[in-house]
C-alpha cells in the first residue's frame, strides 16, 4: 500500500507527526469557531461557570475555596469541582492577557484551552493502534476520532469544562491497559485515572473497570504482576496527591460526589490491596483468582458499611430535587430515552468498535497482541454498556471505539484499494469509510422523517439559543448591579457577561436555591415575592419558551411563570425596557 520510506516516517515520527497534525486540527477549529471565540459563546453552563471559577481565582480568591459568591449572594455555594482544569484557562489568561488585554485574553484561552487535552488524546488512541493494529495505521486512528461527534464537541474551542481533560485521561488509560510494558502500563493507567479522579468523578465507571481489567489480567497471567503493583501504587499515591493538592475546604468532609476523604480512603485501600496481590503472586490461577475476587469484595463491603450514605445517589440531594430536576437532566438519562435522532450518530461507532474490537481479538488469539486486544474489548464493550446507563458516557465510549474501528477498517481497505476495478476502489473505498468510521449515521438520520425535530422543539431550542447570547444580556448592565430572579439554567450565564448576581445555578450543592426557583414558577406570585424577597432579588428575567420555562407551564398550569406567560403581570411587578427584538423580559420587583 505504501512504499517503504513513507512507511519508516510514519513509524519512526508518529510522535512528532501526530503533534503536527494536532496543531493542524487546532488551528483549523480556531478559524472555524473564532465567531463563537469573538463573543466569548461559552456553549454549556457549565463552561460560564468554570470561566468564572478561574475568574475568582485570578482575582484573589483563595485556592482551596472554591464558592461562587455570585450566585445565590451573599454566602454563594460550594462547587464540587477541582482546581486542576482552572490552571491551563488561568496560565493562559496570564500569558495572553500583556499582549492582547483582559478581555481578548479571556477569549483566546477559552478557545486554546480545550484543544490542549486533544494532544493527549491522540496520542493516547495512536500510541494504542501502532501497538494493536500496525505501526504505520495511526492515521486512521486520527481521522476516526474526528469522525466521533460526542467527543469531539468535549475539545471544540469556548468548550472549557473538565470532560475534555477526562477524556484525554481515557485515552492514556486504554494505551496504558494495552503496552506491551507492564510496569509503565501500570503507571500510566494509575496516574491518568488519578488525575480524573481528581478532576471529577463522572469518570469513575471508567476508573473501575480499568482497575478490574488490570487485576484480570494479573489473574489470567502472573507475569502481569509488575502491571498491577505500579497501577495501585500511582493509583493511591495519585489519588492523596490530588486529593492535598486541589480538594476545596468543602471536600474535606465525608462527601460522595467527589474526591473527598470517602473515595480517597476507597482509592487508598484498594491500591494497598491490589499491591499487595500483586506482591505475593501465587502461582496457581484459581488462587489468582480467589485472592482478586475477596479483595473486590472486601472494598464492596467496607465502602458499604463505612460509608452507608454513599449508597444511593452521590449526589445526596432531597428526594424533590431529584424528581423535579436531577430526573430531568437529558446527559443523566439512558441513551434510549433519547430521541432517535440523538441516540443514533452517538451509538452507531460504539458498537462498530465493539464488533471491530472483538474480530480483532479473535484473529489476535494465538498472537501475543491478543491480551491486550482482549483489554481494549472489555473496555469498549464496558462503555458501550454505560450508555444503558446514561447518555452522558457517548463521548467515552465512541473515543473508546476507535481501535476496534481502525483494525476492522485495517482488514477491509486493503482488498478495496487492491481491487482492480477502479469503481471499488474509490466509490467502495468511500463507502467502507463511511460505514466503519460511523458517519453514515449522521448523514442518513437526516433523512428519517421520525427524526426530524417538531415545530415546538425548534421554537423552544431557538428560544434557548438566543436568551443566551451576548447581544441579549449585555443590555442588562445598563441597569445598576442587582440580584436577579431568573431561571436555574440562565443563571451561570447571566453572571459571566453582565455584573449582575444570580439566585442559582444548575448544580446540586446549590439544591435548596434550585427547588426556590422552581416553587416560586410554579407556585402563587404572592409566594414568588416572598421567595424573591428571601434572596434579595430586586429584578426578574424570563427567555420565553426557553427549555425550563415549557416544565413549568406544563405541569404547573395556574402557577406564577403560566400566569405571567398569559399576560397576567402583578401590579408589584414593573416592566423595565429592552432592545426592540430581544428575546428577553424584565421587570423590576417591588415590595
Known amino acids: 500500500m505504501v512504499s517503504a520510506q513513507p512507511k519508516d516516517l510514519l513509524d519512526r515520527y508518529w510522535v512528532r507527526l501526530t503533534l503536527i497534525a494536532w496543531v493542524v486540527i487546532a488551528a483549523w477549529f480556531l478559524?472555524?469557531?473564532?465567531?463563537?471565540?469573538?463573543?466569548?459563546?461559552?456553549?454549556d453552563t457549565d463552561d460560564n461557570m468554570r470561566l468564572m471559577q478561574v475568574r475568582a481565582l485570578l482575582n484573589g480568591q483563595g485556592w482551596y475555596d472554591l464558592?461562587?459568591?455570585?450566585?445565590?449572594?451573599?454566602?454563594?455555594?460550594?462547587?464540587?469541582?477541582?482546581?486542576?482544569?482552572?490552571?491551563?484557562?488561568?496560565?493562559?489568561?496570564?500569558?495572553?492577557?500583556?499582549?492582547?488585554g483582559p478581555a481578548w485574553a479571556e477569549r483566546l484561552a477559552c478557545g486554546v484551552a480545550p484543544l490542549l487535552p486533544l494532544s493527549i488524546a491522540m496520542l493516547g488512541l495512536v500510541a494504542t493502534v501502532r501497538r494493536l493494529v500496525s505501526p504505520i495505521a495511526w492515521p486512521l486512528a486520527i481521522a476516526f476520532l474526528l469522525c466521533c461527534s460526542a467527543t469531539m464537541l468535549m475539545f471544540m474551542p469556548e468548550r472549557i469544562d473538565h470532560h475534555g481533560w477526562q477524556l484525554a485521561m481515557l485515552s492514556l488509560t486504554v494505551a496504558g491497559l494495552s503496552d506491551p510494558m507492564r510496569a509503565r502500563g501500570g503507571l500510566i493507567v494509575g496516574l491518568a485515572s488519578a488525575l480524573s479522579l481528581t478532576i471529577g468523578l463522572e469518570m469513575l465507571p471508567f476508573c473501575a473497570g480499568a482497575g478490574a481489567i488490570i487485576a484480570l489480567c494479573w489473574v489470567w497471567d502472573r507475569a502481569d504482576a509488575p502491571r498491577m503493583s505500579t497501577y495501585a501504587l500511582c493509583l493511591a499515591g495519585g489519588c492523596a496527591l490530588g486529593y492535598a493538592g486541589f480538594a476545596s475546604y468543602a471536600n474535606s468532609v465525608l462527601r460522595c460526589d467527589a474526591?473527598?476523604?470517602?473515595?480517597?480512603?476507597?482509592?487508598?485501600?484498594?491500591?494497598?490491596?491490589?499491591?499487595?496481590?500483586?506482591?505475593?503472586?501465587?502461582?496457581?490461577?484459581?488462587?489468582?483468582?480467589?485472592?482478586?475476587?475477596?479483595?473486590?469484595?472486601?472494598?464492596?463491603?467496607?465502602?458499604?458499611?463505612?460509608?452507608?450514605?454513599?449508597?444511593?445517589?452521590?449526589?445526596?440531594?432531597?428526594?424533590?430535587?431529584?424528581?423535579?430536576?436531577?430526573?430531568?437532566?437529558?446527559?443523566?438519562?439512558?441513551?434510549?430515552?433519547?430521541?432517535?435522532?440523538?441516540?443514533?450518530?452517538?451509538?452507531?461507532?460504539?458498537?462498530?468498535?465493539?464488533?471491530?474490537?472483538?474480530?480483532?481479538?479473535?484473529?489476535?488469539?494465538?498472537?501475543?497482541?491478543?491480551?491486550?486486544?482482549?483489554?481494549?474489548?472489555?473496555?469498549?464493550?464496558?462503555?458501550?454498556?454505560?450508555?444503558?446507563?446514561?447518555?452522558?458516557?457517548?463521548?467515552?465510549?465512541?473515543?473508546?471505539?476507535?481501535?476496534?474501528?481502525?483494525a476492522l477498517a485495517w482488514l477491509v481497505l486493503p482488498h478495496l484499494l487492491g481491487s482492480r476495478w477502479l469503481a471499488v476502489r474509490v466509490a467502495?473505498?468511500?463507502?467502507?469509510?463511511?460505514?466503519?468510521?460511523?458517519?453514515?449515521?449522521?448523514?442518513?438520520?437526516?433523512?428519517?422523517?421520525?427524526?426530524?425535530?417538531?415545530?415546538?422543539?425548534?421554537?423552544?431550542?431557538?428560544?434557548?439559543?438566543?436568551?443566551?447570547?451576548?447581544?441579549?444580556?449585555?443590555?442588562?448592565?445598563?441597569?445598576?448591579?442587582?440580584?436577579?430572579?431568573?431561571?436555574?439554567?440562565?443563571?451561570?450565564?447571566?453572571?459571566?457577561?453582565?455584573?449582575?448576581?444570580?439566585?442559582?445555578?444548575?448544580?446540586?450543592?446549590?439544591?435548596?436555591?434550585?427547588?426556590?426557583?422552581?416553587?416560586?414558577?410554579?407556585?402563587?406570585?404572592?409566594?414568588?415575592?416572598?421567595?424573591?424577597?428571601r434572596h434579595g432579588a430586586t429584578l426578574l428575567l424570563v427567555c420565553p419558551n426557553m427549555a425550563e420555562s415549557t416544565v413549568y407551564r406544563a405541569h404547573h398550569p395556574g402557577g406564577f411563570y403560566d400566569q405571567l406567560a398569559h399576560g397576567k403581570v402583578p401590579a408589584w411587578l414593573e416592566q423595565l425596557p429592552l432592545p426592540a427584538k430581544s428575546p428577553l423580559r424584565l421587570w423590576r420587583i417591588r415590595y
Open 428 to 533: 467502495g473505498t468511500v463507502v467502507a469509510f463511511l460505514i466503519v468510521s460511523g458517519l453514515f449515521a449522521g448523514y442518513v438520520i437526516q433523512y428519517l422523517p421520525f427524526a426530524r425535530p417538531s415545530a415546538r422543539v425548534t421554537t423552544v431550542m431557538r428560544a434557548s439559543g438566543s436568551c443566551n447570547t451576548n447581544g441579549a444580556l449585555r443590555p442588562l448592565d445598563r441597569y445598576p448591579a442587582a440580584t436577579i430572579f431568573t431561571f436555574v439554567d440562565l443563571g451561570p450565564r447571566l453572571i459571566t457577561l453582565t455584573h449582575h448576581n444570580a439566585v442559582a445555578g444548575p448544580y446540586h450543592r446549590n439544591g435548596d436555591a434550585i427547588l426556590d426557583v422552581q416553587h416560586a414558577f410554579t407556585r402563587s406570585p404572592a409566594e414568588f415575592r416572598a421567595i424573591a424577597k
Open 259 to 406: 474526591l473527598t476523604p470517602v473515595w480517597l480512603s476507597v482509592m487508598v485501600v484498594a491500591g494497598a490491596l491490589l499491591f499487595l496481590l500483586a506482591r505475593i503472586n501465587p502461582e496457581t490461577r484459581t488462587l489468582r483468582l480467589v485472592l482478586a475476587v475477596a479483595a473486590g469484595l472486601a472494598i464492596v463491603a467496607g465502602f458499604a458499611l463505612v460509608f452507608p450514605q454513599c449508597l444511593g445517589r452521590p449526589e445526596q440531594v432531597s428526594p424533590e430535587l431529584a424528581r423535579t430536576w436531577l430526573a430531568n437532566v437529558r446527559e443523566a438519562k439512558p441513551i434510549y430515552q433519547h430521541p432517535l435522532r440523538t441516540a443514533i450518530p452517538v451509538v452507531t461507532l460504539p458498537i462498530i468498535g465493539v464488533i471491530g474490537a472483538a474480530i480483532a481479538t479473535w484473529r489476535a488469539r494465538r498472537r501475543p497482541a491478543f491480551v491486550g486486544w482482549m483489554t481494549v474489548l472489555l473496555f469498549t464493550t464496558m462503555a458501550a454498556l454505560l450508555l444503558l446507563w446514561q447518555a452522558r458516557a457517548g463521548p467515552g465510549a465512541q473515543m473508546l471505539a476507535v481501535p476496534g474501528a481502525v
Open 67 to 100: 464558592r461562587q459568591y455570585r450566585m445565590n449572594p451573599p454566602g454563594g455555594f460550594n462547587m464540587h469541582w477541582s482546581r486542576v482544569v482552572d490552571l491551563p484557562i488561568a496560565g493562559l489568561i496570564l500569558l495572553l492577557r500583556p499582549f492582547c
Open 31 to 43: 478559524r472555524d469557531r473564532w465567531a463563537q471565540m469573538h463573543f466569548l459563546s461559552l456553549p
